[in-house]
């Protein structure tokens, strides 16, 4: 495990692997939504969190990545936190519209 920790390009790799699969279990439960409403709101309280920490842990080790490699993972990991604070930007603010 300390290899791993210690190739940035292996764990930014590996967060956006894990992002992406995050964001895809997000929307499966978002489409079956309209059966199971109280386990979507469980199943959001667990992986954004997780989602999030996973996106900056990405983030961050991008900034290591030595060569051309650099600038693609910065960008994808900077468009995934966009769009998971516009996300939660939506989510807080059409919170008093549902009943």
Known sequence: M???FKDALKVSIASLVI?????????AFFLLSVVTVNIFGTVI???????????????IYSFFIK???KI???????????ALS???YLAVSFQG???
């Open 72 to 82: 693609p993972f910065l960008t994808l990991h900077f468009v995934s936190l966009c």
């Open 2 to 4: 300390e290899k791993f």
């Open 97 to 99: 519209f549902a009943p």
């Open 86 to 88: 516009f996300g939660i």
């Open 19 to 27: 992002s992406i699969t995050l964001y895809v279990v997000i929307i």
């Open 45 to 59: 309280k667990i992986i954004v969190p997780i989602l999030i920490l996973v996106t900056i842990l990405g983030f």
């Open 67 to 69: 060569g051309k490699q």
